[in-house]
């Protein structure tokens, strides 16, 4: 079956300090994989897109790796501020047909 | 306009009732998409749409949903006989073209609670 799991479910850090979030895939085949900041009543705001070949990318002060062969990605906040309170979601896309298969995301509280 | 946008921003209807949710995508994007949303959960999918035609309908949950797009720009997604189950925040997504990487543009979406 297609999935998509992060971990954890919820963080809470303190502004400043780094983080990293985990994502597992089942997704077969697989076509690229996404990160989504999801801010609360808002809709998804794509972040990094990773196709096979990637291994990471960065966007600011978010780093994503991709592991094509253990089919993991993590994606990596450095220096954390308020504003990265949000949702975030680990999104992958097979290669067969249009639809993303969406994980349940991690709930991320910064705190000053 | 700038970004896509979604109205009504929240609905409230009675089980029975008929609903429609607007989506206005970003002007020039030829693929939409909408997707259903429940607390706590990530989105997903139910449909896809290039320029008019429906590409792929396979996550529509059953044939109380439909949704168009006579005109290629404007969607209307709309949801007969609605139940308790279908409350949720339904998501509108366009993009410029639709191919692998294509980014997706979502609009903030329509909460819709049925009582």
């Known amino acids: 079956k297609n999935q998509v799991e992060q971990s954890p479910q919820s963080l809470i850090i303190l502004e400043g300090k780094n983080c990293t979030l985990q994502?597992?895939?089942?997704?077969?085949?697989?076509?690229?994989l996404r990160w989504y900041k999801q801010d609360t009543g808002r809709g998804p705001v794509s972040l990094t897109i990773?196709?096979?070949s990637e291994n990471t990318k960065s966007n600011g002060r978010y780093t994503a790796t991709l592991d094509a062969d253990t089919k993991q990605s993590s994606l990596h906040i450095t220096a954390s501020q308020l504003s990265d309170s949000a949702s975030y979601i680990c999104?992958?896309?097979?290669?067969?047909?249009?639809?993303?298969?969406w994980g349940a995301g991690t709930k991320l509280i910064i705190k000053p | 306009g700038a970004g896509v946008s979604q109205t009504p921003s929240n609905k409230v209807t009675e089980k029975g009732k008929y609903v429609e949710l607007r989506c206005d995508p970003i002007?020039?994007?030829?693929?939409l998409y909408w997707y259903r949303q429940s607390l706590g959960q990530g989105p997903e999918f139910l449909i896809y749409?290039?320029?008019?035609?429906?590409?792929?309908d396979s996550g529509l949950p059953n044939d109380r949903f439909f949704a168009v797009r006579p005109e290629g720009s404007v969607s209307t997604l709309k949801i007969q006989r609605t139940e308790r189950g279908d409350s949720a925040v339904y998501l509108c997504?366009?993009?410029?073209?639709?191919?692998?990487?294509?980014?997706?543009?979502f609009g903030p979406g329509t909460r819709l609670t049925v009582l």
């Open positions: 997504a366009s993009s410029l073209i639709s191919g692998s990487t294509d980014t997706q543009y």
């Open positions: 990773m196709t096979f």
């Open positions: 994502c597992n895939y089942t997704v077969s085949p697989f076509s690229n």
């Open positions: 002007s020039g994007h030829t693929a």
């Open positions: 749409f290039q320029g008019t035609g429906a590409a792929d």
């Open positions: 999104v992958v896309r097979q290669d067969s047909n249009y639809q993303l298969i």
